[in-house]
């Protein structure tokens, strides 16, 4: 029969692991207590859990929500980050991992499917949500502002040609 503590530590992760769009497992293996304090701000001030759970009963949580091939990513001390954004908790360890390569992330979970390393770290690189929607803000207005200017054009050009008429006569009467 199995510990409660267990019994509730599985209950807990399980938990967190189906109410993120984004799970990343990360290695945790020889930083110090000022480091993991530095790093557990930073990911907390961007809304991302980050705790340290027992190998074992984690697999156990993986299995049984079907996210099973997702344990090949757990291999000694495991630390998961738990995110509603799909893309702070990767980013904010990728950045960290350039202070202390000791955190590394592994692998994970992205909005129901299994992501490795390689993955993770394409996501990391993407531009912040914010830069993301003013670029699409960009792209949905440049026709628009397009066709502004095709409707200043035909105006300018109308005073083009009349303000050359205009000086053509005016030669025409000066001569």
Known sequence: ???????????????????AEAVVLSTWIGINAAQATELRSQLRDQQ????VYKNTLAKIALEDLGYGEAAAYIDGPTAWAFSSDPVAAAKLLK??????PKVEMTGGILSGKVVDKAQLEELAGLPAREILLGQMVGVIAAPMTKLAGCFNAVQRDVVNVLDQIRKQKEEQAAA
């Open 95 to 100: 950045e960290y991992n350039k202070k202390s």
């Open 1 to 19: 029969m199995p510990k409660q503590v267990k019994v509730d530590a599985v209950a807990e992760l399980k938990e967190r692991i189906e109410g």
């Open 48 to 51: 991302v859990q980050y705790k």
